[in-house]
């Protein structure tokens, strides 16, 4: 208790600093376009969903032929190779039973085709998505100062995800603040000061403040009172087996509730498709300690795992917000699960 008031304490400092000019980063409100706007018509080199995934969906539905081949129906020992396809789909072993209880015994009563496997691994893979409560996909913003604190391991893309979000919301139209809460990496407050310029956005990134907790505090404070509509409180990268430092986040949590009661109002996961099952374990950690409210897969196009997408809905009943397909600014695309099961299978 008394490490957080003292948090506050140098908190204020921090903000004089901050009023007085030190520690910011500050650009003029950009204008929203219709060429920046998320809902403008898609350029000529706007990747479909489909092409993006299309190394997923060989690994997935790819799979699932290549056992099948040659063959004009299912029986039973089918099932088995079906499991074992699933099973190295990185969809994950809770999902994979799932799906096999559900589409086995609908193979089962008839004299199924692949056709038939294939419609229903549809119906039942859309139903583990519309189990996750579809008004929890969108991004959270609440009228005022809207607080998302942004989580995940090293290497998953959290930093270069914040940016993107940042420049997607600066198109809408939205007063963004970024506040560079992962102090112990110099690179991580570089390549941000580099998004923000590049997004026309404010950044706080305090040179006397290295406590990770102090910085989401004091950002939070200038956000309200300079009326940003977001902030997006970047932390430093840690790998989920490490409790010390997810205590830190707890912490750091802790100290965003007392600044502003019901901040943050996303807690972001920032997942690497390509990290497959261990993406499931990453999950189950961050999302025990500070109550997660949805997930950013990024990558998705470069890799064949993107069925863990499934496995995340399924098991941990957590949405998933958004998707990187790519490296542009667009390529991180809001998740729509309907189109994400036609583009895999």
């Known amino acids: 208790m008394e490490l957080e008031i003292l948090i506050y304490a140098i908190g204020g400092l921090a903000a004089l600093s901050g009023a007085l000019g030190f520690g910011y980063y500050s650009f003029?409100?950009?204008?929203?376009?219709?060429?920046?706007?998320?809902?403008?018509?898609?350029?000529?080199?706007?990747r479909s969903l489909e092409d993006a995934l299309k190394k997923t969906k060989e690994g997935f539905w790819g799979k699932l032929s290549n056992t099948l081949a040659g063959k004009d129906s299912i029986s039973k020992k089918e099932i088995d190779d079906i499991e074992e396809a699933l099973y190295t789909s990185d969809l994950g072993p809770k999902t994979v039973d799932h799906l096999i209880t559900r589409v086995g015994s609908i193979i089962e009563e008839k004299s199924s085709?692949?056709?038939?496997?294939?419609?229903?691994?549809?119906?039942?893979?859309n139903k583990i998505f519309s189990s996750v409560n579809t008004d929890s996909q969108q991004l959270k913003t609440n009228g005022s100062t809207t607080v998302?604190?942004?989580?995940?391991?090293?290497?998953?893309?959290?930093?270069?995800?914040?940016?993107?979000?940042?420049s997607q919301q600066v198109a809408l139209g939205k007063r963004v603040l970024i506040a560079a809460g992962d102090t112990f990496r110099a690179a991580a407050d570089e390549q941000l000061k580099v998004w923000a310029t590049r997004a026309e956005v404010e950044i706080f990134s305090p040179e006397g403040i290295k406590d990770p907790s102090s910085v989401a505090c004091v950002s939070i404070k200038k956000g309200e009172s300079k009326d940003f509509d977001i902030v997006i409180i970047d932390t430093a990268g840690r790998l989920h087996t490490q409790k010390n430092?997810?205590?830190?986040?707890?912490k750091m949590k802790r100290v965003m509730e007392k600044a502003m009661p019901s901040a943050p109002h996303e807690?972001?996961?920032?997942?690497?498709a390509n990290s497959g099952q261990n993406a499931l374990m990453q999950t189950e950690q961050f999302h025990s300690a500070l109550d997660v409210t949805g997930v950013i897969l990024t990558k998705m196009d470069g890799s064949a795992k993107g069925g863990v997408a499934v496995g995340i809905a399924c098991e941990h009943k957590l949405p998933i917000k958004m998707i990187g397909v790519g490296e542009k600014i667009e390529d991180l695309r809001p998740f729509n699960s309907v189109e994400f099961v036609d583009s895999i299978l």
């Not at 430092?245 to 707890?250: C, D, F, G, R, V």
């Not at 807690?267 to 690497?272: A, E, F, G």
């Open 28 to 46: 003029k409100k950009k204008t929203p376009s219709k060429t920046t706007s998320l809902s403008s018509s898609p350029r000529k080199d706007y």
């Open 267 to 272: 807690t972001l996961l920032v997942l690497d």
């Open 148 to 166: 998302w604190m942004v989580v995940g391991v090293n290497g998953a893309g959290k930093t270069t995800t914040i940016g993107k979000l940042a």
């Open 245 to 250: 430092l997810m205590e830190e986040l707890k």
């Open 113 to 125: 085709t692949i056709q038939t496997l294939h419609q229903s691994l549809k119906e039942e893979i």
